[in-house]
């Protein structure tokens, strides 16, 4: 059974850090590209990042680029999201989610149930 | 604002048919046939239910059915159930490694 586990959400002032991490099990890790989407209240869903199953490709929405940062521990089943420069409008929930391809992600074929990251002073 | 168009609502009747739009643009759903929608139970991990426009993975009842027409998506559910009571999300890939999300409707069984 493929399990998503989220953690590192909380509560962050705005310009602060916060790592998110993915463990991942239930399926061949290395062989799937990851991805971070998020969902701010009352909002719908936005895709902010994912990376190939090497690790070697990644690409980000305009609204983070230059400030997160995806990437991935193969040998550890693990997916991560650094998050710097953080604003009020980055307040989500952030769910890890799993590609059935290796490269490019078209669809997603499992969620994670998400991790709350709070932006406020 | 979501990248994609859905209504913010849908109903039906147990045992009746309910047809969620979701509208895109000729860059995303209506460019590629990448369209899958979601089923998110409160505070559940959300559900593939529908990927490539029409395919179903497998667990997920016949009762749910995907099409698309031009720039616009559309999942069906026949023969409503009280559980199918849910959000459901659209969502489209839209080249350039990007993937868009709808803005989710909430589907009620009365």
């Known amino acids: 059974e493929v399990q998503l586990v989220e953690s590192g959400g909380g509560l962050v002032q705005p310009g602060g850090s916060l790592r998110l991490s993915c463990a991942a099990s239930g399926f061949t890790f290395r062989s799937y590209a990851m991805s971070w989407v998020r969902q701010a209240p009352g909002k719908g869903l936005e895709w902010v990042s994912d990376i190939s199953g090497s690790g070697d490709g990644t690409d980000y929405a305009d609204s983070v680029k230059g400030r997160f940062t995806i990437s991935r521990d193969n040998s550890k089943n693990t997916l991560y999201l650094q998050m710097n420069s953080l604003r009020a409008d980055d307040t989500a929930v952030y769910y890890c989610?799993?590609?059935?391809?290796?490269?490019?992600?078209?669809?997603?074929?499992?969620w994670g149930q998400g991790t709350l990251v709070t932006v406020s002073s | 604002q979501s990248a994609l168009t859905q209504p913010p609502s849908a109903s039906g009747s147990p045992g009746q048919s309910v047809t969620i739009s979701c509208t895109g643009s000729s860059s995303d759903v209506g460019g590629y046939n990448h369209v899958s929608w979601f089923q998110v139970h409160p505070g559940k991990a959300p559900k593939l239910m529908i990927y490539e426009v029409t395919k179903r993975p497998s667990g997920v009842p016949d009762r749910f059915s995907g099409s698309k027409s031009g720039n616009t998506a559309s999942l069906t559910v026949s023969g409503l159930q009280a559980e199918d009571e849910a959000d459901y999300y659209c969502s489209s890939y839209a080249g350039r490694n990007n993937l868009v999300f709808g803005g989710g409707t909430k589907l009620t069984v009365l």
């Open positions: 989610a799993k590609s059935p391809s290796f490269t490019v992600t078209t669809v997603i074929d499992y």
